[in-house]
């Protein structure tokens, strides 16, 4: 599967943006779909994710209350819902896939396939 992450940008404290990501080559509704992010000089991190079927969701305690993470099998799309920005969410995000469907893992290193990354800046 491919893995294309988009919806990126600049916004202020306080904002909000909706990251993408869209698998191709196989059906989405294959994989548990995470996202993580990695800022400068950091390790990358664990944000969230969601099993193949929606059921099973699990987030960073960084993120609880202000991203949702959904998924769309029909558009083969999962969405990361980012409200309440802060400056300390900037990062490169980057969206995995995991052939495990039913596991929701926060561990880099289960996930097979990793998406491109997009770039999401927030201003004080």
């Known amino acids: 599967v491919q893995l294309q992450a988009s919806g990126g940008g600049l916004v202020q404290a306080g904002g909000f943006l909706r990251l993408s990501c869209a698998a191709s080559g196989r059906t989405a509704d294959s994989y548990a779909l995470g996202w993580f992010r990695q800022a400068p000089g950091k390790e990358r991190e664990f944000v969230g994710g969601?099993?193949?079927?929606?059921?099973?969701?699990r987030y960073a305690d960084s993120v609880k209350g202000r991203f949702t993470i959904s998924r769309d099998n029909a558009k083969n799309t999962v969405y990361l819902q980012m409200n309440d920005l802060k400056p300390e969410d900037t990062a490169v995000y980057y969206c995995?896939?995991?052939?495990?469907?039913?596991?929701?893992?926060?561990?880099?290193?289960?996930?097979?396939?990793w998406g491109q990354g997009t770039l999401v800046t927030v201003s004080s």
């Open positions: 969601i099993s193949s079927d929606g059921v099973r969701l």
């Open positions: 995995a896939a995991d052939s495990t469907r039913w596991r929701v893992a926060d561990a880099a290193a289960f996930y097979d396939y």
